[in-house]
T-cell receptor, first 111, second 118 residues
Framework: RKEVEQDPGPFNVPEGATVAFNCTYS??????FFWYRQDCRKEPKLLMS???SGNEDGRFTAQLNRASQYISLLIRDSKLSDSATYLC????????????FGQGTELSVKP | GAGVSQSPRYKVAKRGQDVALRCDPI?????LFWYQQALGQGPEFLTY????????KSGLPSDRFFAERPEGSVSTLKIQRTQQEDSAVYLC????????????????FGPGTRLLVL
């Protein structure tokens, strides 16, 4: 079983839709949590960090449930430019800062 | 400002050849990471440097893989006797420090080197 698991998708949604991605992690010592975005044939880029209290950045909302070891990302009012792969990422104190990535969830927003 | 750069961007190798992949981190960044990303998968950790010290090489898949960062800046990932399963994108990332006050510092990724082994 992989340490970080995501539904690979693809998620095909119309413009303006709300879409939610889920992620689970198995290491209870995980310390920091992120969502990265990766465009086709490009490098991953940090989208947002995820905090226990939940956090919002414009149309994007991230939630963390430590008890359930579950992370989510909600995208409201989807834009064509949101089409990308969304990677769930965790790190742990005892793993020296390396990023542990999920498989990624592919999102395709259609006109 | 300049980001992380990697060279070459593309590399085609015949099975059995040795390859060397270069990473130039952001100037002043202490930490440097190498990741391998197979098609359709998320990146997987290979190795980590803090300055010139290789602190973690637990992700290197075999002894054919070797990485160095002799002066604490540029890093080279070398793969000896390449195999078809080595075909992947090799990503380098750097961060300013390591873990600052318990908060993971942002890692900035380079564009990657796409390696195809025939």
């Amino acid at each position: 079983r992989k340490e970080v698991e995501q539904d690979p998708g693809p998620f095909n949604v119309p413009e303006g839709a709300t879409v939610a991605f889920n992620c689970t992690y198995s290491n209870s010592a995980s310390q920091s949590f992120f969502w990265y975005r990766q465009d086709c044939r490009k490098e991953p880029k940090l989208l947002m960090s995820v905090y226990s209290s939940g956090n919002e950045d414009g149309r994007f909302t991230a939630q963390l449930n430590r008890a359930s070891q579950y992370i989510s990302l909600l995208i409201r009012d989807s834009k064509l430019s949101d089409s990308a792969t969304y990677l769930c990422v965790v790190t742990s104190y005892n793993q020296g800062g390396k990023l542990i990535f999920g498989q990624g969830t592919e999102l395709s927003v259609k006109p | 400002g300049a980001g992380v750069s990697q060279s070459p961007r593309y590399k085609v190798a015949k099975r059995g050849q040795d390859v060397a992949l270069r990473c130039d981190p952001i100037s002043g960044h202490v930490s440097l990471f190498w990741y391998q990303q197979a098609l359709g998968q998320g990146p997987e950790f290979l190795t980590y440097f803090q300055n010139e010290a290789q602190l973690d090489k637990s992700g290197l898949p075999s002894d054919r893989f070797f990485a160095e960062r002799p002066e604490g800046s540029v890093s080279t990932l070398k793969i000896q006797r390449t195999q078809q399963e080595d075909s992947a994108v090799y990503l380098c990332a750097s961060s300013l420090g390591g873990t600052l006050w318990g908060v993971q510092e942002t890692q900035y990724f380079g564009p990657g080197t796409r390696l195809l082994v025939l």
